[in-house]
C-alpha cells in the first residue's frame, strides 16, 4: 500500500531538513542503493485565480495587498532554483472577477501563465463566461495542455483543442495529469456551453487513472479538479471522487474557493490514500507538494505547504 507523510506549515523547515538528511544517506555505503531509487517532485498548484492580476487593494477588505501575478513569479522562480524538478499546474477558474477579463477577455490570463510556465490546467466554470467562441478565441494563446476529460466537446469549436490527459517526465519520474470540471448546468448560460456534453467524472477519472497507471506505466496520478472540495448533498466532489475511483494519488481541487491549511487524506476503493488539496482562490495562496518516489518500492512520502502571496514577495523583485 502506498504511504503518505503529510506535514503543516509550521512544520514544513522541520520535515525539510529530514529530507535532506534523508538524501544525505545515498553518501553512507550501506545505503546507498537505497537512497539513489528515491525521486524528489516538487509540484506548485494554484486555483480560482479569477483574472486576479494585481494584488488586491489597500481597502481594508479581507485579503487586501495580498495575491499578484508579478509576485507568484518572483516565488516561483525561487523555488525553481532551488528545485531541480517543478510541476506547475492550476485547477480552473483563471477568468472573470476583476476588469482585467473584461478588457482582455482571457488573453492576459493565458499568456501570463504561459510566461509562468504552467504545464497543465483545466477548466473551470467561468472559462465559459463568454461562450465557446470567446473561448477559443484565446486558447492558442496557452503553451500547456487544458485537461477536460469530462466535458466531451464533439461537433463544437473546441472539439480537438483541449485533452483527456497528458504525460509528463521529470527526474525519471512518469507523471500523468487528467483533469475534470463541475456540471455548469445552471451556473452557466445554456447558449455559452451550447454543444457540450458533461459526462460523469467518476466513470471518467476511473477508466482515464486505470490507463494511465496500468497502459503507461505512470508513477503518479494526478486529476486536477474542478469539482469542488466537498458537499452537504451527493454531488461530485473531490471527497467523493477520492472515495470512489481507483488508481489517483493525487486530487488538486477548485471551484469551492476552499483554503486548506494542509491537505486531506481519503482512502479510495482501493483502500490506499488520495491526497487532495486546494489553495482558496485569487492567487492568495500558493500549495506546494514535495513527492519523494521511491520506484523499487512504489512507496512515496509527500511534504505539503503552501506558500501567502503577500508584500514580502516585493522585496525579491527589486532585490
Excluded: W
Aim: contains cysteine; hydrophobic residues 40%; aromatic residues 8%.
Amino acid at each position: 500500500m502506498e504511504e503518505f507523510a503529510l506535514l503543516s506549515r509550521r512544520n514544513f523547515l522541520k520535515q525539510s531538513a529530514a529530507l535532506g538528511a534523508l538524501a544525505g544517506l545515498s553518501a553512507m555505503p550501506a545505503l546507498a542503493n537505497a537512497a539513489a531509487k528515491n525521486h524528489r517532485l516538487t509540484i506548485l498548484h494554484t486555483n480560482d485565480v479569477h483574472s486576479r492580476i494585481e494584488p488586491f487593494p489597500l481597502d481594508g477588505s479581507r485579503f487586501q495587498g495580498l495575491a499578484g501575478v508579478a509576485r507568484r513569479s518572483t516565488l516561483i522562480k525561487k523555488i525553481r532554483k532551488e528545485e531541480p524538478q517543478v510541476l506547475l499546474v492550476d485547477s480552473g477558474d483563471m477568468f472573470q472577477g476583476t476588469p482585467y477579463f473584461n478588457m482582455f477577455e482571457g488573453k492576459l490570463e493565458i499568456e501570463l501563465m504561459s510566461k509562468l510556465g504552467y504545464e497543465a490546467g483545466t477548466f473551470g466554470n467561468h472559462e465559459f463566461d463568454n461562450g465557446l467562441n470567446g473561448l477559443v478565441k484565446h486558447l492558442d494563446k496557452a503553451t500547456f495542455p487544458f485537461l477536460t476529460a469530462n466535458y466531451d466537446f464533439t461537433g463544437t469549436l473546441l472539439e480537438g483543442k483541449t485533452q483527456d490527459y497528458t504525460i509528463i517526465e521529470k527526474g525519471g519520474l512518469r507523471i500523468g495529469l487528467t483533469g475534470v470540471g463541475i456540471d455548469i448546468e445552471g451556473l452557466v448560460d445554456p447558449n455559452s456551453y451550447k454543444g457540450m456534453q458533461y459526462l460523469d467524472p467518476i466513470p471518467v477519472v476511473n477508466r482515464i487513472a486505470k490507463l494511465l497507471k496500468d497502459e503507461k506505466k505512470c508513477d503518479l496520478v494526478i486529476v486536477l479538479s474542478h469539482l469542488g472540495y466537498s458537499y452537504s448533498d451527493d454531488k461530485v466532489s473531490d471527497i467523493k471522487l477520492a472515495a470512489n475511483t481507483e488508481h489517483v494519488d493525487i486530487i488538486l481541487g477548485g471551484h469551492t474557493h476552499t483554503f486548506l491549511e494542509e491537505p486531506t487524506r481519503v482512502k479510495n476503493l482501493q483502500q490506499e490514500e488520495v491526497l487532495i488539496n486546494q489553495m482558496g482562490f485569487a492567487g492568495i495562496r500558493l500549495g506546494r507538494l514535495d513527492v519523494l518516489f521511491n520506484k523499487q518500492t512504489r512507496k512515496k512520502q509527500i511534504i505539503a505547504q503552501h506558500y501567502t502571496v503577500d508584500h514580502q514577495l516585493d522585496k525579491s523583485q527589486t532585490a
